[in-house]
């Protein structure tokens, strides 16, 4: 049988192998060696160097933004102030006297001028007078025509104007009495201008003159002044002035 074949070639070869045929040894697999890691050597940590505290940045100063300047006004005289202008007044001159006639000069500021400018020296006449106030008053001038310079220069206006020296009238003054409890006298003027204006004791207007003789009344006691001016009284010229007493009637008035 088939199976007892097989059985039997086991046996025999169990018997070879315990007759002494040695089996070759099975290799181990070798234990490799493991070669040590060396130590790694620490690297030395590098000492940070402290960086200095930083500033404080200063604060940024803000400029201040300039004021916007205000625009120039236009004056009158455009974007700049303007020149000093002067006016002039006489006085009379005595008419068979040595009184001569002045010249008053008064200088005026001009429109956007702290102070007006006044020159240093004017030329009445063609001769040089030097000016040493404001008003400037010059003379003596004979009576008729005449004409004085102002200099040219920087915030002044000058030029050449004229003027005019008048007679002064002669000029008599007769009065009456004034009672004391009312003004009662009067005063009358002769050797007047006609057309010119009298003004006694600082009346609120003068009276025009009509004829060389004229007489004004209810002046009280005591003593007045009187001052006759061209153009009706209106002018800037003095012809005549001066003073007059009107004395106490005795008794009252009879009312």
């Known amino acids: 049988m088939k199976l007892t074949t097989v059985i039997g070639t086991a046996i ?4 070879l192998a315990a007759c002494g045929s040695t089996a070759p040894p099975t290799a181990r697999p070798a234990t490799p060696t493991v070669a040590p890691t060396p130590t790694a050597t620490p690297a030395p940590t590098p000492t940070a160097t402290p960086s200095p505290p930083e500033s404080p940045s200063p604060s940024a100063s803000v400029s201040p933004s300039p004021s916007a300047s205000p625009s120039p006004t236009e004056g009158p005289c455009g974007f700049q102030p303007c020149s000093t202008g002067a006016g002039s007044v006489t006085t009379c001159a005595g008419t068979g006297t040595a009184q001569g006639g002045s010249l ?17 020296y004017l030329t009445v006449d063609g001769n040089v007078v030097d000016v040493s106030s404001n008003p400037f008053t010059s003379g003596p001038y004979s009576a008729g025509d005449h004409s004085f310079t102002i200099p040219t220069e920087s915030g002044l206006i000058g030029g ?10 002669v ?3 007769t009065t009456t009495c004034s009672s004391t409890d009312l003004p009662t006298g009067s005063a009358t ?14 009346s609120t207007y003068p009276t025009l003159v009509e004829s060389s003789t ?6 009280p006691n005591g003593t007045s002044s009187y001052v006759e001016m061209n153009d009706g009284g209106y002018g800037v010229i003095t012809i005549a002035s001066g003073t007059f007493t009107i004395a106490a009637c005795h008794g009252k008035s009879i009312r």
Not at 189 to 202: K, M, Q
């Open 189 to 202: 003027f002769s050797g007047l201008t006609v057309g010119d204006g009298i003004n006694v004791d600082e």
């Open 171 to 173: 000029v008599t003054v």
């Open 214 to 219: 004229m007489t004004v009344n209810e002046i």
């Open 12 to 15: 025999a070869a169990l018997s």
């Open 160 to 169: 050449t104007f004229p003027f005019t020296i008048l007679a002064c009238d």
């Open 104 to 120: 008053i000069i008064t200088w005026t500021a001009g429109y956007g001028q702290t102070e007006p400018v006044v020159p240093d």
